[in-house]
């Protein structure tokens, strides 16, 4: 197998606001620019920065790779000097192959034309016959679901057609490198589905898919390999299931500071650490356990002032930032006993009713007076849960509201 795509030591920079201020300051700069005597587009000039900084990596033919990363890492700038739309400061970019990127809803389509023209038109762009086109077409309407809306100018189609469309047309049309970017956010629970089973057979019909998303489900069944990005640099380059701990291992720093500093209540207590695992021998503050198997959750905690009527719960939160599991002390009628002293709070789930995936935790201990409960300490610290046993089939795309489930649950109490 040859190399579908080839990064070599790619820079990038972009302006922070604008260039020139007016015609007058234009017309010197190009001309300084022409003769030589210019700011170099090699270096970084004032208002300047790196979108991507010495981004270095292949990519084999038939294989499929995810880009991770937060908002403003550098991924979409990436896809788009892959198709061309942007040029690297520095470095070089090969693309072997006929590459079909969906990287902006409505990228590739002309407005005034017609779905059914547009099709033809992004056909005829990846070089393909109107025969070859039109042996896809019905495949390709099928699947968009817009056949009443086929002979109506795109310019009028919603975001969510948009999308529909231009997916359809990208893994139809047969390109042999497929470059998909969040753009599938937009469209509805079910369509995200079909796109995604999509997506995989393509892969497996050993074409070349590079992925940008933050879907981290998508991400490991789709991609056994995932790089990671931050900032405009190359973090991480490897398989799915470490980059993405390492992923979630930056959300989490962030997301801990976030916490740490605006921690609200009577702080008459804190949480300081959470651990999991399937079992007491195993728990970790990077926990694992399967699929419907047993998990012991344990949550430390330091007293600082009695806390009379103590409520424990705990929240199991997705890549998605999807409440997955809630449990609390509350839902079992519990009394607890007072907390004076340091310790610790466990909670035991028989069979923990997840998908495979990476999970991490809110927790909180509150305080009951009366009918309401005052919050003492909430936390998203920085342990993890990893579900194992994945089912490649099993696609967990839900609706974020339905998702809130109870399951019974033991637990115990121990203070110093």
Same mark, same amino acid.
């Given at each position: 197998?040859?190399?579908?795509?080839?990064?070599?030591?790619?820079? &990038?920079?972009?302006?922070?606001?604008?260039?020139?201020? $007016?015609?007058?300051?234009?017309?010197?700069?190009?001309?300084?620019?022409?003769?030589?005597?210019?700011?170099?587009?090699?270096?970084?000039?004032?208002?300047?920065?790196?979108?991507?900084?010495?981004?270095?990596? &292949?990519?084999?033919?038939?294989?499929?790779?995810?880009?991770?990363?937060?908002?403003?890492?550098?991924?979409?700038?990436?896809?788009?000097?892959? $198709? &061309?739309?942007?040029?690297?400061?520095?470095?070089?970019?090969?693309?072997?192959?006929?590459?079909?990127?969906?990287?902006?809803?409505?990228?590739?389509?002309?407005?005034?034309?017609?779905?059914?023209?547009?099709?033809?038109?992004?056909?005829?762009?990846?070089?393909?016959?109107?025969?070859?086109?039109?042996?896809?077409?019905?495949?390709?309407?099928?699947?968009?679901?817009?056949?009443?809306?086929?002979?109506?100018?795109? &310019?009028?189609?919603?975001?969510?057609?948009?999308?529909?469309?231009?997916?359809?047309? +990208?893994?139809?049309?047969?390109?042999?490198?497929?470059?998909?970017?969040?753009?599938?956010?937009?469209?509805?629970?079910?369509? %995200?589905?079909?796109?995604?089973?999509?997506?995989?057979?393509?892969?497996?019909?050993?074409?070349?898919?590079?992925?940008?998303?933050?879907?981290? #489900?998508?991400?490991?069944?789709?991609?056994?390999? +995932?790089?990671?990005?931050?900032?405009?640099?190359?973090?991480?380059?490897?398989?799915?299931?470490?980059?993405?701990?390492?992923?979630?291992?930056?959300?989490?720093?962030?997301?801990? %500071?976030?916490?740490?500093?605006?921690?609200?209540?009577?702080?008459?207590?804190?949480?300081?650490?959470?651990?999991?695992?399937?079992?007491?021998?195993?728990?970790?503050?990077?926990?694992?356990?399967?699929?419907?198997?047993?998990?012991?959750?344990?949550?430390?905690?330091?007293?600082?002032?009695?806390?009379?009527?103590?409520?424990?719960?705990?929240?199991?939160?997705?890549?998605?930032?999807?409440?997955?599991?809630?449990?609390?002390?509350?839902?079992?009628?519990?009394?607890?006993?007072?907390?004076?002293?340091?310790?610790?709070?466990?909670?035991?789930?028989?069979?923990?009713?997840?998908?495979?995936?990476?999970?991490?935790?809110?927790?909180?201990?509150?305080?009951? #007076?009366?009918?309401?409960?005052?919050?003492?300490?909430?936390?998203?610290?920085?342990?993890?849960?990893?579900?194992?046993?994945?089912?490649?089939?099993?696609?967990?795309?839900?609706?974020?509201?339905?998702?809130?489930?109870? #399951?019974?649950?033991?637990?115990?109490?121990?203070?110093?």
């Amino acid at each position: 197998m040859g190399t579908a795509l080839e990064v070599n030591h790619v820079w &990038k920079k972009f302006n922070r606001g604008e260039f020139n201020n $007016s015609l007058r300051d234009a017309i010197p700069a190009m001309l300084k620019r022409l003769v030589g005597l210019g700011p170099s587009r090699t270096e970084l000039q004032k208002n300047e920065f790196w979108a991507l900084k010495d981004v270095n990596f &292949k990519v084999e033919e038939g294989e499929s790779v995810a880009l991770i990363g937060h908002n403003g890492a550098g991924k979409s700038t990436l896809l788009k000097i892959f $198709s &061309k739309i942007l040029k690297p400061n520095r470095g070089s970019i090969k693309v072997n192959g006929r590459m079909r990127a969906l990287i902006e809803i409505g990228s590739g389509f002309h407005g005034d034309l017609t779905g059914r023209e547009n099709i033809f038109l992004n056909g005829s762009i990846l070089g393909m016959s109107r025969q070859e086109i039109q042996s896809k077409f019905d495949a390709i309407v099928d699947f968009a679901g817009i056949e009443e809306f086929l002979d109506m100018p795109v &310019k009028r189609y919603s975001s969510g057609m948009y999308a529909r469309l231009g997916f359809a047309v +990208a893994a139809h049309l047969d390109p042999e490198i497929l470059i998909v970017d969040e753009v599938l956010a937009v469209g509805d629970t079910a369509f %995200q589905r079909k796109c995604l089973g999509k997506m995989n057979e393509v892969a497996h019909e050993g074409r070349t898919v590079v992925f940008v998303s933050h879907n981290m #489900t998508a991400v490991r069944n789709l991609c056994p390999r +995932a790089i990671l990005f931050d900032h405009g640099e190359m973090l991480d380059d490897g398989p799915t299931f470490s980059i993405v701990n390492k992923y979630y291992s930056l959300i989490r720093k962030t997301q801990h %500071q976030l916490v740490d500093s605006c921690r609200s209540g009577a702080q008459k207590a804190r949480i300081i650490n959470v651990l999991t695992g399937s079992s007491e021998d195993t728990l970790s503050i990077n926990g694992y356990c399967d699929c419907y198997g047993p998990l012991q959750i344990r949550i430390y905690f330091e007293v600082y002032e009695p806390v009379e009527n103590p409520v424990f719960s705990f929240t199991i939160i997705d890549g998605q930032e999807i409440h997955m599991l809630a449990c609390a002390t509350r839902n079992i009628n519990v009394q607890l006993p007072p907390l004076t002293k340091n310790g610790y709070m466990d909670f035991f789930i028989d069979h923990l009713p997840l998908n495979a995936g990476l999970y991490i935790f809110g927790t909180a201990i509150l305080e009951k #007076t009366g009918n309401t409960e005052n919050r003492i300490d909430h936390f998203v610290g920085d342990s993890s849960l990893t579900v194992m046993n994945v089912d490649f089939d099993n696609w967990l795309i839900r609706d974020k509201y339905s998702l809130r489930c109870f #399951t019974p649950f033991k637990y115990n109490l121990v203070q110093e």
